[in-house]
């Protein structure tokens, strides 16, 4: 079902209705300011959840810069309206590049313009390029280059060797906000989303967020979750993490 707050609204790729669409289309794990210039001038996102990275073992189960939901907030950021999630599976992976097109973006979703980033690839076996989007006559293709900081590409990989290095500052300036973790408050214990990437040990400071209420933190890693000796109301939390202060 569709999910809606006051902040995002998650929609099912089999749930969506058809209507006139400016989409940007791409996994955007961390949502970073790479992803931001493919999204400007979009009113939809559609993302693959999971990623095809995941899907077919070519990344760490620990590999993941957002959530869903932390994607979603993010777009809304953003301005979109939506974020339509394709359940990424084998059966997708297998769909050629022009049914991709025809049925899921024109039939589907009433594409008339469709965003990509240039390294952007889909269909089976990745043989859908920007090119072959630029081909159909059904919408405007927008391909947009990549987006460099001082002389290397802005990329999520990038970002994640910074944040497994503790180089939180680093990482923010890539994503144009802090790195944050999904996950649950139990007493003084977080516990974050296992998918997430993990931060390098150590102690940071940070935000602890439950619903509207944000409050500072000393936050220190540990074997069984981050202790942060802070107990606020209500399971599902977000640690906001700033710098590393100390191993």
Do not use: K, N
């Amino acid at each position: 079902m569709t999910v809606h707050t006051m902040r995002h609204s998650i929609v099912p790729f089999a749930e969506a209705v058809r209507r006139p669409r400016r989409l940007a289309l791409g996994v955007f794990d961390g949502v970073h300011l790479g992803h931001a210039e493919v999204i400007r001038g979009a009113d939809s996102v559609v993302t693959f959840d999971p990623p095809p990275a995941l899907l077919f073992g070519r990344a760490d189960p620990c590999h993941l810069l957002t959530t869903l939901d932390q994607r979603a907030r993010a777009v809304a950021a953003l301005g979109m309206a939506e974020l339509i999630v394709v359940d990424f599976t084998r059966e997708v992976a297998a769909i050629g590049a022009a049914e991709f097109i025809d049925r899921w973006l024109v039939e589907r979703l009433g594409a008339e313009r469709v965003s990509v980033g240039a390294s952007f690839r889909f269909g089976h076996r990745a043989q859908g390029t920007p090119e072959r989007l630029a081909a159909c006559p059904a919408f405007e293709t927008r391909v947009v280059p990549p987006i460099s900081r001082d002389g290397t590409t802005i990329s999520s990989s990038w970002i994640r060797d910074l944040v497994r290095a503790g180089d939180l500052p680093g990482a923010a300036s890539l994503l144009g906000r802090d790195f944050a973790l999904a996950g649950t408050l139990d007493a003084s214990v977080f516990t974050p989303d296992p998918c997430q990437v993990r931060p390098a040990p150590g102690s940071y400071t940070g935000f602890l967020q439950v619903r509207d209420e944000a409050v500072p933190v000393e936050a220190v890693s540990g074997p069984a979750g981050w202790l942060v000796g802070r107990s606020l109301p209500g399971a599902p939390a977000t640690l906001r993490l700033v710098r590393r202060t100390g191993p």
